[in-house]
Structure formats: structure tokens, C-alpha cells
């Protein structure tokens, strides 16, 4: 199985920087595609950004210019650096993988715990 774990996360002001970071671990096959994902008070999850193993990315218009999502395949994470933070991009952000634990058999969907981003004065 794989254990997602995300860091980073915390209080920052307007206009200010974070970088979220997402590590997995346990017993897997390989990790594909993955992604950060954020949940506000009262509003749906969303997706913020994905990445292939490959390199490349999807942003949802909202954060496009301001985060950027990167990958490191040799130590099983992913980041995202978020620049130019608004109050409205408080949400409890998640990491979230799709990965095989044995080769050849169906992959299975795994998510983090999540890690609070607030930005406020």
C-alpha cells in the first residue's frame, strides 16, 4: 500500500509564498499521475494541478502563473510552489497518487491526510 504525506502547509499574508511538498511511501509498484487537490468551508474539492511522470502539467485557470507543481520520480515526491497567495486560496490542500503495488494488476487511488493553507492578514 502507499501512505501520502503532505508538509508545508500553514498561515502566510496576502501576496506571500508556500511550498507544499507530498512524499510517499510503503510497499507499491510505481506511482503515475499525480496531483494536489484543495477543499474551502462549504465548497466542493477541486482540482489545483496534476502532473504526469513525464513532466507534464495541468493547472485549473484560478492558480495558472501563480503555483507551480513539480516531481521528483527517484524519491516518490511531489511539490507545489505557490506564489502570489490570495485569501481565497484557503483550503485544506491534498496530495493524491495513482499507483500499482504489484506490476501488471490494477492501480489503485491514494490520498494524503492533508495540510491547512491559510492566507490572511
Known amino acids: 500500500q502507499v501512505q501520502l504525506v503532505e508538509s508545508g502547509g500553514g498561515l502566510v499574508q496576502p501576496g506571500g509564498s508556500l511550498r507544499l511538498s507530498c512524499a510517499a511511501s510503503g510497499r507499491f509498484w510505481r506511482i503515475y499521475d499525480m496531483g494536489w487537490y484543495r477543499q474551502a468551508p462549504g465548497k466542493q474539492r477541486e482540482l489545483v494541478a496534476t502532473i504526469t511522470r513525464d513532466g507534464m502539467s495541468n493547472y485549473v485557470e484560478s492558480v495558472k502563473g501563480r503555483f507551480t507543481i513539480s516531481r521528483d520520480n527517484a524519491a516518490n515526491t511531489i511539490g507545489l510552489q505557490m506564489n502570489s497567495l490570495k485569501p481565497e486560496d484557503t483550503a485544506v490542500y491534498y496530495c493524491?497518487?495513482?499507483?500499482?503495488?504489484?506490476?501488471?494488476?490494477?492501480?489503485?487511488?491514494?490520498w494524503g491526510q492533508g495540510t491547512q493553507v491559510t492566507v490572511s492578514s
Open positions: 493524491n497518487g495513482a499507483a500499482r503495488v504489484v506490476p501488471g494488476y490494477s492501480r489503485g487511488n491514494y
